[in-house]
């Protein structure tokens, strides 16, 4: 037998490319590990950030994706200003060269036709220095003319209103006086008519106007007012709406399906020298998005939690099986309240789902959230052209065009959800819209619903327009006459009806002892009704 015997140098060598080796190897091992800590503390960083951008954007930024056209036209109002004192100096320097009537002749009749008929008509006419012809001729003949209509305003004007009530007796007995009855007031010989307490609701709770800013106003035409005169006055205009308000709750019932959402509502605490946070709770019943014959009506609630106790008692009753509301977890209690009707089916939010794609689009530039929003755009698109279509066309509709759609985007979801990072903020918004698929999918289902609770959220606004200039309500009773007279005058909105007139007649009728049989006839959608048959 033949022995090979290594040379030590060979050796040498072959224990030192095996230490490399395991060397390299595990260089690479603590390498990959590095590599990974690194990703997981950069998508840490990232989170952190986001969370940070979300905090800031909650206290000091919009709380909607899209930008509103109002705010949109706020810079440029400045560059209009100056457009228009550019426009004023170039006339007149066309007037100095062309001469005035030249310049004035351009564009006539201009706004002929495009102002309301039933606006009244001031006319003036401006005749010439003289009309007799400057050749001697004698009186000049009139061919015609150049008519123009301007908008003027005239400023609000107070008024007093004198009442008087004769007494008649008679001359040949001394028991027989007769006198008309005073009329019933909100401020039984107070100051204010029913027109001046409906006005001075409306600019609060419907042009968020804070009392204080309407007693300043109100100062400038001579007339002394403090903020508890007209605190005074509203409280007293709500315990005669009180039945309006009741009554449109019990037609809120009757709805199929309706949509709920809340917001805070700072409420004054005096013992704590702070405010507390309380909630407006919002109840919409709309059915214009699938041609239904039913008014609108909207319902304001205020309680002091956001608990799915207040929920559930403010949709006691309700004989309708949908509720169309956001991801908030406390209206999943809902599904498990037992009723005659069944327990309630959730019907959830597309809005706020792309909402949080928006964010992270926004934020981190993720192709995969671009992706996403324009897979929603889609659905969007097909939304807006059944809107208003009977319930049976929009759900043939959605299931020929929007159906395909659904079915590929949720695995598609998944997919991007095995690709990411579990712990990113990519990957909760993704677990978000899938968590609520059932809910977000059951527009297929039934022509009636809705992809989104706009119909509430846009009544939201409007509460927290108020909120942001009265700041609090000075108490939880002041908080819910609050959310009375936002009902009463959301709904005037929706009917298209004046708010301020609504308010005046009805208490006017409640006043004079309207029935309560009839109380229908004062909603207003049939005030709406009315006012078009005597237009």
Same mark, same amino acid.
């Given at each position: 037998?033949?022995?090979?015997?290594?040379?030590?140098?060979?050796?040498?060598?072959?224990?030192?490319?095996?230490?490399?080796?395991?060397?390299?190897?595990?260089?690479?091992?603590?390498?990959?590990?590095?590599?990974?800590?690194?990703?997981?503390?950069?998508?840490?960083?990232?989170?952190?950030?986001?969370?940070?951008?979300?905090?800031?954007?909650?206290?000091?930024?919009?709380?909607?994706?899209?930008?509103? %056209?109002?705010?949109?036209?706020?810079?440029?109002?400045?560059?209009?200003?100056?457009?228009?004192?550019?426009?004023?100096?170039?006339?007149?320097?066309?007037?100095?060269?062309?001469?005035?009537?030249?310049?004035?002749?351009?564009? %006539?009749?201009?706004?002929?036709?495009?102002?309301?008929?039933?606006?009244?008509?001031?006319?003036?006419?401006?005749?010439?220095? /003289?009309?007799?012809?400057?050749?001697?001729?004698?009186?000049?003949?009139?061919?015609?003319?150049?008519?123009?209509?301007?908008?003027?305003?005239?400023?609000?004007?107070?008024?007093?209103?004198?009442?008087?009530?004769?007494?008649?007796?008679?001359?040949?007995?001394?028991?027989?006086?007769?006198?008309?009855?005073?009329?019933?007031?909100?401020?039984?010989?107070? @100051?204010?008519?029913?027109?001046?307490?409906?006005?001075?609701?409306?600019?609060?709770?419907?042009?968020?106007?804070?009392?204080?800013?309407?007693?300043?106003?109100?100062?400038?035409?001579?007339?002394?007012?403090?903020?508890?005169?007209?605190?005074?006055?509203?409280?007293?205009?709500?315990?005669?709406?009180?039945?309006?308000?009741?009554?449109?709750?019990?037609?809120?019932?009757?709805?199929?399906?309706?949509?709920?959402?809340?917001?805070?509502?700072?409420?004054?605490?005096?013992?704590?020298?702070? /405010?507390?946070?309380?909630?407006?709770?919002?109840?919409?019943?709309?059915?214009?998005?699938?041609?239904?014959?039913? %008014?609108?009506?909207?319902?304001?609630?205020?309680?002091?939690?956001?608990?799915?106790?207040?929920?559930?008692?403010?949709?006691?009753?309700?004989?309708?099986?949908?509720?169309?509301?956001?991801?908030?977890?406390?209206?999943?209690?809902?599904?498990?309240?037992?009723?005659?009707?069944?327990?309630?089916?959730?019907?959830?939010?597309?809005?706020?789902?792309?909402?949080?794609?928006?964010?992270?689009?926004?934020?981190?530039?993720?192709?995969?959230?671009?992706?996403?929003?324009?897979?929603?755009?889609?659905?969007?698109?097909?939304?807006?052209?059944?809107?208003?279509?009977?319930?049976?066309?929009?759900?043939?509709?959605?299931?020929?065009?929007?159906?395909?759609?659904?079915?590929?985007?949720?695995?598609?979801?998944?997919?991007?959800?095995?690709?990411?990072?579990?712990?990113?903020?990519?990957?909760?918004?993704?677990?978000?819209?899938?968590?609520?698929?059932?809910? @977000?999918?059951?527009?297929?289902?039934?022509?009636?619903?809705?992809?989104?609770?706009?119909?509430?959220?846009?009544?939201?606004?409007?509460?927290?327009?108020?909120?942001?200039?009265?700041?609090?309500?000075?108490?939880?009773?002041?908080?819910?006459?609050?959310?009375?007279?936002?009902? @009463?005058?959301?709904?005037?909105?929706?009917?298209?009806?004046?708010?301020?007139?609504?308010?005046?007649?009805?208490?006017?009728?409640? @006043?004079?002892?309207?029935?309560?049989?009839?109380?229908?006839?004062?909603?207003?959608?049939?005030?709406?009704?009315?006012?078009?048959?005597?237009?």
């Amino acid at each position: 037998m033949s022995v090979v015997v290594i040379p030590p140098v060979c050796l040498i060598a072959a224990m030192t490319d095996t230490a490399l080796a395991e060397e390299n190897a595990l260089l690479k091992a603590r390498l990959a590990e590095t590599e990974a800590a690194l990703v997981d503390a950069v998508e840490a960083q990232k989170r952190l950030e986001s969370i940070v951008s979300e905090l800031r954007r909650e206290r000091f930024g919009r709380r909607s994706e899209k930008l509103d %056209p109002e705010q949109f036209n706020l810079p440029l109002e400045d560059v209009e200003l100056a457009q228009g004192v550019l426009d004023a100096a170039q006339e007149k320097a066309r007037r100095a060269l062309k001469g005035r009537g030249a310049a004035e002749s351009g564009t %006539p009749n201009r706004n002929r036709g495009h102002l309301p008929e039933h606006l009244p008509r001031i006319e003036r006419v401006i005749e010439p220095e /003289t009309t007799l012809c400057p050749c001697g001729c004698g009186e000049m003949a009139r061919i015609g003319e150049d008519v123009s209509e301007r908008l003027d305003v005239v400023p609000a004007q107070l008024r007093v209103l004198v009442t008087r009530r004769p007494r008649y007796a008679c001359r040949r007995c001394s028991g027989a006086v007769v006198q008309a009855h005073a009329p019933e007031h909100v401020v039984p010989g107070g @100051l204010p008519t029913e027109a001046l307490i409906a006005q001075v609701m409306v600019a609060k709770f419907g042009d968020h106007l804070p009392f204080y800013r309407q007693a300043e106003i109100y100062t400038r035409q001579g007339i002394t007012l403090d903020r508890a005169t007209l605190g005074n006055w509203v409280g007293r205009a709500c315990f005669h709406l009180r039945p309006i308000a009741d009554h449109l709750k019990e037609r809120l019932k009757r709805a199929d399906r309706v949509f709920m959402d809340e917001t805070r509502a700072p409420v004054l605490d005096p013992g704590r020298r702070k /405010t507390k946070t309380g909630y407006f709770w919002a109840i919409v019943s709309d059915d214009r998005g699938h041609g239904g014959a039913d %008014p609108p009506v909207v319902m304001f609630h205020y309680a002091p939690g956001r608990g799915a106790v207040h929920a559930l008692r403010f949709l006691e009753g309700y004989r309708g099986r949908f509720v169309q509301c956001d991801g908030y977890e406390a209206y999943d209690k809902l599904t498990r309240i037992d009723r005659p009707e069944g327990p309630w089916t959730l019907v959830h939010c597309w809005t706020h789902a792309r909402r949080r794609f928006v964010k992270r689009l926004e934020k981190d530039g993720s192709p995969i959230a671009e992706a996403a929003l324009r897979q929603i755009a889609e659905l969007y698109a097909i939304e807006k052209s059944v809107r208003g279509l009977p319930a049976d066309a929009r759900l043939a509709a959605r299931r020929e065009l929007s159906a395909p759609i659904i079915a590929a985007f949720r695995p598609w979801l998944e997919a991007q959800l095995s690709r990411i990072p579990r712990s990113s903020k990519l990957a909760e918004d993704i677990r978000y819209t899938l968590a609520r698929w059932p809910g @977000l999918t059951r527009f297929l289902e039934d022509g009636r619903l809705e992809m989104d609770t706009n119909p509430v959220e846009n009544q939201i606004r409007k509460i927290a327009l108020t909120r942001k200039n009265a700041l609090f309500a000075g108490h939880e009773v002041g908080a819910e006459n609050w959310a009375l007279l936002a009902s @009463l005058i959301a709904n005037c909105k929706m009917c298209d009806v004046d708010p301020v007139s609504y308010l005046s007649d009805t208490l006017r009728a409640l @006043l004079d002892g309207h029935p309560r049989s009839r109380i229908d006839d004062l909603m207003p959608w049939n005030f709406a009704a009315a006012s078009s048959r005597a237009a």
